[in-house]
């Protein structure tokens, strides 16, 4: 286990330059990318997910050799340290590999098991969201905040598909988006441009969801898993706060 305690600051400063490093080579072989792995019909990895995750671990093993990891493109290993690096290296696979804008990198620190840094970019959109636990969240530097919306007509909502039949029983598909990405979907709760995030029958995927988790927090919202292990990131609730009743209401889902 390690032994002494890092700076958060020093955690955010290698989060920026491995995620600004992985950008440019995403960005760069965009056109080139190919499907390298097939993880079931809908879902595949490509090249540049693969180059980008091992160039992430690669910068942040230069500062912090002992620390482990928790990324999307490589087995599960056995956590020794007390801080695990949650990597996705491409959130937003297909709509990078379609050149739609919506796509990023996702990276979030957990020290004992409980997040304190978060890493969201999308370079394609320029927005850079970062966080740490306790300090506030921001985009591009400036400090952000939840909207404060409620109301059934009121709240702009997004989810995986696997949801929307379910929340279209709920409230209109018209108040209803889902960008295929669930680091944007997730800053954009933080910022206030979406009420809320909501995710059920989903898998396994800290990797995308647990910075965005920690800007929702950070920014005045709440966020709430159920119905599996914390940190699977596999059904949750992720709000502005203020309509966190009502969604839990909805959803059927015992209130936290």
Known sequence: MTKKEVSKQALLKVAFSATKAAAKLLLSKQKSAKIKVMKNKWDYALNVDIQSEKLIKKIIK?????????????????????????IDPLDGTLNYAHNIPMFGLSIAVLYKNKPVIGVIY??????????????????????????????????????????????GKKIRYEITRYFGCSGVELAYVACGRLTARVKTKGKFDPFGNIAGFLLIEEAGG???????????????????????????????????
């Not at 230069?62 to 949650?86: C, R, T």
């Not at 959109?125 to 905040?145: P, Q």
């Open 62 to 86: 230069k500062k912090f050799p002992n620390h482990s990891f928790l990324a999307e493109e490589s087995e599960f290993e056995k956590h020794k340290s007390d801080y695990i690096w949650v």
């Open 122 to 167: 999308l370079p394609k959109l320029n927005e850079f969201f970062h966080t740490i636990k306790g300090k506030g969240a921001f985009l591009n530097g400036k400090r952000i905040h939840v909207n404060k919306n409620k109301g059934k007509n009121n709240i702009f909502i997004c989810g995986n598909p696997e949801n929307w039949k379910r929340i």
């Open 222 to 256: 709440k966020v709430i898993e159920y119905g599996s292990k914390k940190w699977s990131c596999e059904n949750y609730i992720a709000s502005n706060k203020a309509a966190h009743n009502e969604l839990c209401r909805m959803f059927k889902v015992r209130k936290v």
